[in-house]
């Protein structure tokens, strides 16, 4: 291979004109790299040849005034009003089934029937001993009513009329008696035919025809469930209670809502029936039951529900969409936009939150435009260009959650209201 020598001046060159050339050649290259990286910078989205004078662009949305829904959320359980397990009486072998699994039985429905026949003649038995019982009394009675008047004309001994008034003193106790068992021999035989107890709904059968039950039978013949009304019981944290009680206070009834598992369609709505008399020490929650017609039977005994508890309503509130609400340094804000087509960063205090609206209880005024989208990469003072097309607002959700509310919401449910509380979202605040 042949040397090959690169000379870039020629000889005889002053070593200081060489070092010269050498760090303007270092000079152009820097200045060319800084050209070509700030080239494709300035040429990014959303930005122009110089990067900071062309407007942001971004949608706005006005502040308007509405009402805010203060409810508070819980998982809740559905319990039956009454839960009765019907048992056997007596003694005896089933002879008739007379329910439909799975339906709806009024109270005094036949349920079943045991073989009344033994009662029948226990009855007998019992009502023939009583006849003869007051045939005696009536007997011993009408002797005594002739040595009454025997002593009278003293011919019979006094004592004679003692012994039998003794007599029919216990006739008529032993008639007594014998009403007492023919009472229970016509009970016994009322207990053949089983009857409901309650309206409700009858479950699977426990016992079948030819079957022999007794009093002491542990599993009964059927268990029948009260489901209308129906109740759910769920629990709420300790913080949550001086609201409700403050309303229940003053004669107000609380609206309840019941949700499927997904929490996103209502099952049925009822009324707070009653609030637990003690806080659980261990989970800091109260228990409370809401009561409900289901009158549809939509609620299911040992159903999971999500419940939404109606506590207040703020009426004529200023809202704003929730999307506007920013959270940095400031602490919360939002990005009014200016006349000059600018926007400014203005601290707001916000209340309930309830869906994609939020209340804001000082800081802007009704009418104010507010940047609901782009916001991201807006700081103080930056220039905007609103866009044509607005966002849809979405109707209010039921779920509303006032500020610093720690109430447990399903992970399968959908994103809840924020709350002030909330963590910051990720790339706001002035300044980016």
């Not at 990014?44 to 971004?58: E, L």
């Not at 209502?266 to 008399?277: C, E, N, P, Y």
């Not at 936009?337 to 960063?345: E, F, G, I, R, W």
Request: hydrophobic share 40%; aromatic share 4%.
């Amino acid at each position: 291979m042949r040397d090959v020598r690169i000379t870039s001046l020629p000889a005889g060159v002053p070593p200081w004109r060489r070092a010269a050339w050498i760090a303007l050649a270092v000079l152009l290259a820097a200045a060319a790299v800084w050209w070509l990286y700030h080239r494709a910078t300035d040429q990014s989205p959303g930005r122009g040849r110089a990067g900071f004078n062309t407007p942001f662009p971004v949608v706005a949305a006005p502040v308007t005034t509405g009402d805010i829904n203060i409810t508070y959320n819980a998982l809740g359980t559905v319990t039956p009003m009454a839960t009765v397990t019907v048992r056997s009486q007596i003694s005896g072998q089933i002879t008739q089934i007379a329910y439909q699994e799975g339906k709806m039985v009024k109270q005094g429905d036949l349920l079943a029937v045991i073989d009344p026949r033994p009662y029948q003649a226990a009855l007998e038995q019992v009502e023939g001993t009583q006849a003869k019982n007051l045939a005696l009394l009536k007997q011993a009675q009408a002797d005594l009513a002739r040595y009454q008047v025997l002593a009278k004309q003293d011919s019979i001994a006094k004592q004679t009329v003692d012994d039998q008034a003794h007599l029919v003193n216990q006739y008529i106790a032993q008639t007594k008696v014998d009403q007492g068992a023919v009472d229970a021999a016509k009970l016994n035989l009322a207990y053949c035919h089983v009857v409901s107890p309650i309206d409700g709904r009858a479950g699977l059968r426990q016992i079948d025809i030819g079957n022999y039950v007794t009093a002491n039978d542990t599993n009964g013949i059927v268990v029948v469930t009260q489901q209308q009304p129906i109740n759910v019981t769920f629990s709420l944290p300790e913080d949550n209670l001086p609201a409700i009680m403050k309303r229940l206070a003053s004669g107000a009834s609380l609206q309840v809502a019941a949700y499927d598992r997904s929490n996103t369609n209502k099952l049925a709505t009822g009324t707070l029936a009653a609030v637990d008399s003690q806080i659980d020490t261990t989970t800091g929650t109260v228990k409370m039951r809401a009561q409900f017609d289901n009158k549809d039977g939509v609620l299911f005994p040992n159903q999971f529900v999500n419940i939404q508890l109606l506590v207040n309503t703020l009426h004529d509130t200023t809202v704003v969409p929730t999307a506007a609400v920013q959270r940095g340094a400031p602490g919360t804000f939002v990005y009014v936009v200016n006349p000059d087509n600018t926007v400014k960063v203005t601290p707001i205090k916000i209340g309930p939150v309830q869906g994609e609206t939020t209340s804001v209880t000082s800081g802007i005024s009704p009418g104010t435009q507010v940047v609901v989208d782009g916001a991201d990469k807006l700081k103080d003072n930056a220039k905007i260009a609103l866009r044509q097309e607005s966002p849809k607002v979405p109707s209010q959700s039921p779920n509303v959650t006032p500020p610093g509310d720690s109430t447990t919401t399903p992970s399968a449910s959908p994103p809840s209201a924020t709350t002030p509380s909330a963590p910051s979202r990720r790339g706001s605040g002035p300044g980016r």
